[in-house]
Antibody
């Protein structure tokens, strides 16, 4: 059973960099797409981006200038960095695995972490 | 970018009711549409993938249909554990996008 667990500071100051790590157990990150999704309090889900295990990343254009997702295959982890944060970046951040099945199914976000609340405040 | 619009934003229903939630894409996404259920304080859970395929372990009262730009999720007989927020998501293109969610609560 694949499990994902987010970790990182729960409080970040405005203008600083938000850094989170997702540790994957029960499976290797050397396959599939590794994603970050966030949810502001009381609001809906926003896709941040993903990193393909072969090294190509795809980001939401609304965040692209500030976001970096990277993989550490030696630790079976992947990470999120979001620079120049403001209060609008306060959210629960989820890591998740996106699996591509085939052309008849497409992709699914089939495993998720429990989420971590990050608050941006001075 | 593909915009996803769900309706209604919320609904009240009773146990045993048949419930249908709609999701519309701003352009064709073929059948690459997934549905998630989210309960308070929990991560979303995959219910339906590729429009109409029920994820393993999900009760058969959940079903999905549609194609192109218009999709729906139906719960045939609402149970107490189904009160939650439901999201559609397209995986036809990047950036991936979700609907704004439909909250289902008790009448």
């Amino acid at each position: 059973q694949v499990q994902l667990q987010e970790s990182g500071p729960g409080l970040v100051k405005p203008s600083e960099t938000l850094s989170l790590t997702c540790t994957v157990s029960g499976g290797s990150i050397s396959s599939h797409y590794w994603s970050w999704i966030r949810q502001p309090p009381g609001k809906g889900l926003e896709w941040i981006g993903y990193m393909y295990y072969r090294g190509s990343a795809n980001y939401n254009p609304s965040l692209k200038s500030r976001v970096t997702i990277s993989l550490d295959t030696s630790r079976n982890q992947f990470s999120l960095k979001l620079t120049s944060v403001t209060g609008a970046d306060t959210a629960v951040y989820y890591c998740a695995r996106e699996m591509y099945h085939d052309v008849s199914i497409g992709s699914t976000l089939d495993y998720w972490g429990q989420g971590v609340l990050v608050t941006v405040s001075s | 970018d593909v915009q996803m619009t769900q309706s209604p934003s919320s609904l009240s229903a009773s146990v045993g009711d048949r419930v249908t939630i709609s999701c519309r894409a701003s352009q064709t996404i073929n059948h690459y549409l997934n549905w998630f259920q989210q309960k308070p304080g929990k991560a979303p859970k995959l219910l339906i993938y590729a429009t109409s395929n029920v994820q393993s372990g999900v009760p058969s009262r959940f079903s999905g249909s549609g194609s192109g730009t218009d999709f729906s999720l139906t719960i045939s007989s609402l149970q107490a554990e189904d009160f939650a927020t439901y999201y559609c998501q397209q995986t036809y293109s990047t950036p991936r996008s979700f609907g704004q969610g439909t909250r289902v609560d008790i009448k």
